[in-house]
Nanobody, 121 residues
Framework: QVQLAESGGGLVQAGGSLRLSCAASGRTFSINAMGWFRQAPGKEREFVAA????????DYADSVKGRFTISRDNAKNMLYLQMNSLKPEDTAVYYC??????????????WGQGTQVTVSS
């Protein structure tokens, strides 16, 4: 099994920045692509960003393109999300997720507990 633990959330003013981190533990050798998702109150969980195992390919939701940057450090089993120019509509619980090698394409097998990000106007 793989365990994922997010950190770095908090309260920030609009226009500010936050860096989320996700620490992976357990069978980390089984992790392939990773991603960030978020869920705002009363809304469904939505995709934010994803990154391939080697980091050469990234993908972003249109709503965060140009403001958020996803990265990973496989040697440290860490995933990051740098969030700049934050807006009140970015307020949500942010989740780290991972796909396993050999798993269903596009399906995330492991999830963290989430970290709250609140952006005040």
């Amino acid at each position: 099994q793989v365990q994922l633990a997010e950190s770095g959330g908090g309260l920030v003013q609009a226009g500010g920045s936050l860096r989320l981190s996700c620490a992976a533990s357990g069978r980390t050798f089984s992790i392939n692509a990773m991603g960030w998702f978020r869920q705002a109150p009363g809304k469904e969980r939505e995709f934010v960003a994803a990154i391939s195992w080697g980091g050469s390919r990234t993908d972003y939701a249109d709503s965060v393109k140009g403001r958020f940057t996803i990265s990973r450090d496989n040697a440290k089993n860490m995933l990051y999300l740098q969030m700049n120019s934050l807006k009140p509509e970015d307020t949500a619980v942010y989740y780290c997720a991972a796909q396993k090698f050999g798993g269903t394409a596009g399906f995330y097998d492991y999830w963290g507990q989430g970290t709250q990000v609140t952006v005040s106007s």
